[in-house]
Nanobody, 127 residues
Framework: QVQLVESGGGLVQAGGSLRLSCAAS????????MGWFRQAPGKEREFVAV????????YYRDSVKGRFTISTDNAKNTVYLQMNSLKPEDTAIYYC????????????????????WGQGTQVTVSS
């Protein structure tokens, strides 16, 4: 079992920055990839970014490309999401996710591609 604990959310003005962290414990060595989803009120959960432990390949949703950066600290089993130039539409609960196995690229951007979920951290961007 893998436990994921997020931190770093908060309130920021538009144009500001936040960095989210996700620490994985338990059988974290066996995970294939880790990333982030988000869910805004009244909307479906959506993919934000993911990084593969092996090779470091990264994938982003189009609306955050150039603004968000996902990275890892392998020694700490931690994944980060640096969010710059934040916009009000980035307001959501952000969830850390981990995939135990490689299901193929088609599963990278859908919730079914991930086995473990954190509790979420709120990010609010004011205009």
């Amino acid at each position: 079992q893998v436990q994921l604990v997020e931190s770093g959310g908060g309130l920021v003005q538009a144009g500001g920055s936040l960095r989210l962290s996700c620490a994985a414990s338990g059988r974290a060595v066996g995970t294939y990839a880790m990333g982030w989803f988000r869910q805004a009120p009244g909307k479906e959960r959506e993919f934000v970014a993911v990084i593969r432990w092996s090779g470091g390949n990264t994938y982003y949703r189009d609306s955050v490309k150039g603004r968000f950066t996902i990275s890892t600290d392998n020694a700490k089993n931690t994944v980060y999401l640096q969010m710059n130039s934040l916009k009000p539409e980035d307001t959501a609960i952000y969830y850390c996710v981990a995939a135990a196995t490689d299901r193929g690229l088609i599963f990278i951007t859908i919730p079914q591609g991930y086995d473990y979920w954190g509790q979420g951290t709120q990010v609010t961007v004011s205009s």
